[in-house]
């Protein structure tokens, strides 16, 4: 059983910073891909993020230049540093990756994390 753990959501005002983390925990013998996406009222779950074992990233358009994906391989656990925040960032934010465990790879997805941009 493989478990993703996010934390570090909650309320910013516009312009301001968030670093999310989420932790992988379980039977992993190592983890692909791992992706953030978020999901706003109303509205599909859009991803924002990924980034590879070797380090190699992503970004949806609308967080270039203010999102940065880094992970710790040693720790499984991938994060998010959210600058410039904006109104139109809050929604929750999951945490995805591809798992290698005894049953092959799988996709996990965490429970999500809220994130609310307002003054």
């Known amino acids: 059983q493989v478990q993703l753990v996010e934390s570090g959501g909650g309320l910013v005002q516009p312009g301001g910073s968030l670093r999310l983390s989420c932790a992988a925990s379980?039977?992993?013998?190592?983890?692909?891909?791992m992706r953030w996406y978020r999901q706003a009222p109303g509205k599909e779950r859009e991803l924002v993020a990924s980034?590879?074992?070797?380090?190699?990233?992503n970004y949806a358009d609308s967080v270039k230049g203010r999102f940065t994906i880094s992970r710790d391989n040693a720790k499984n656990t991938v994060y998010l540093q959210m600058n410039s925040l904006k109104a139109e960032d809050t929604a929750v934010y999951y945490c995805?990756?591809?798992?290698?465990?005894?049953?092959?790879?799988?996709?996990?997805w965490g429970q999500g994390t809220q994130v609310t941009v307002s003054s």
């Open positions: 379980g039977r992993i013998f190592s983890i692909n891909v």
């Open positions: 980034i590879t074992s070797g380090g190699s990233t």
């Open positions: 995805n990756a591809d798992v290698w465990t005894t049953s092959g790879v799988r996709n996990y």
